[in-house]
């Protein structure tokens, strides 16, 4: 592997965890609703965050059309809808082994800064 994707491979995993960090927990708030259909508890989802800059991120981008589209490919998905696990669910899944205690995101991202500023040295 050379040196631009070993660089593309820190910045995908660095956003894949970001974004498994931020909605990973959403598959706990999805209850189900008419005709067998699940729905996101938006409240619930957005309040079990544990940081207040979090929810605050997650009550504008829940108004998105990107986290509408999102929860929806999700579950159609979920419902065989599409092919097997991507690696944001793989990711999610390993976050919720050990939801709800904190990942430390700031400490894997310190760790990624170690990373990239080695691979500039080379």
Partial sequence: MDRSEQLSALVSEAFVRLFVELVGHYPLHMAEASAGT???????????????????????????????????????RKGGGGAGKGLFEARAAEYLESYPEPTGVNRFLKGLGSKMKFLQMK
């Fill in 38 to 76: 699940c729905e996101l508890q938006r409240d619930a989802f957005r309040k079990s965050h544990p940081s207040r800059g979090v929810r605050q991120f997650l009550q504008l981008f829940m108004e998105t059309q990107m986290f509408a589209g999102f929860i929806q490919d999700k579950e159609l």
